[in-house]
């Protein structure tokens, strides 16, 4: 993990979006001129088309690259090396900016787009992350089914589709088929806050075997 320098789902100078025209389909979906099947999710939803060239150039930690995202959402992987998540007993380890505050039962029912963790990069990521330095917990997640994405809804223009807002939306949200998807969502449920000192001791633990 030494060689870790931007985590796995942050995009590099070398992975720009790729140039795919839009263009209204017979159904009043969204689509590209010239369509793949690999462009949409099965789900049906067009998803932004970025170059595949991991590690090259310079890592934008601003920027997630959609392909990764979505791999490490589907297939449950750390955000971070990308390698499996952390699963126990109590559920996938999710590492969440702290909005305790937000409901009582906080983070249950929150549509994330931020994949889970493994336990060895839990540290990392609070260092690299300036929003979990101000406040981050560790969250046992139970079900996480996927809900929808984060993306772009594109409104009827003269001339080709055009960006009207970007937001979450539902798979069963009609207005999906408008979208262009940059970021799978799951729900978190069943949850339960673990101290991060726990955590730590987790891979103290392991560490020390």
């Known amino acids: 993990m030494?060689?870790?320098?931007?985590?796995?789902?942050?995009?590099?100078?070398?992975?720009?979006?790729?140039?795919?025209?839009?263009?209204?389909?017979?159904d009043h979906s969204i689509g590209y001129a010239n369509e793949l099947l690999s462009d949409r999710d099965r789900h049906g939803v067009l998803w932004r088309q970025t170059a595949l060239r991991h590690r090259v150039g310079r890592p934008e930690f601003a920027r997630v690259h959609p392909s990764r995202q979505r791999r490490?959402?589907?297939?449950?992987?750390?955000?971070?090396?990308?390698?499996?998540?952390?699963?126990?007993?109590?559920?996938v380890l999710w590492l969440q900016r702290d909005c305790r505050d937000d409901w009582p039962q906080w983070p249950d029912g929150m549509a994330s787009a931020e994949p889970?963790?493994?336990?060895?990069?839990?540290?990392?990521?609070?260092r690299m992350c300036p929003a979990l330095q101000?406040?981050?917990?560790?969250?046992?997640?139970?079900?996480?089914?996927?809900?929808?994405?984060?993306?772009?809804?594109?409104?009827?223009?003269?001339?080709a589709p055009t960006?009207?807002?970007?937001?979450?939306?539902?798979?069963d949200d009609p207005a999906v088929r408008r979208v262009l998807a940059s970021a799978l969502i799951r729900e978190l449920r069943g949850c339960v806050i673990?101290?991060?000192?726990?955590?730590?001791?987790?891979?103290?633990?392991?560490?020390?075997?």
């Open 72 to 91: 490490a959402m589907e297939l449950l992987l750390c955000q971070v090396c990308g390698e499996p998540a952390d699963r126990n007993d109590d559920g």
């Open 163 to 171: 960006a009207a807002k970007a937001g979450n939306f539902a798979y």
């Open 134 to 159: 101000r406040g981050a917990v560790t969250v046992r997640v139970r079900d996480c089914p996927v809900v929808g994405v984060r993306g772009v809804f594109y409104r009827q223009s003269v001339l």
């Open 116 to 126: 889970p963790v493994c336990v060895p990069c839990v540290p990392i990521a609070r």
């Open 194 to 209: 673990v101290p991060l000192e726990e955590v730590s001791g987790t891979m103290t633990r392991s560490l020390s075997r």
């Open 2 to 26: 030494s060689g870790i320098i931007a985590p796995y789902i942050t995009a590099w100078s070398a992975e720009q979006d790729l140039p795919c025209a839009l263009v209204e389909r017979s």
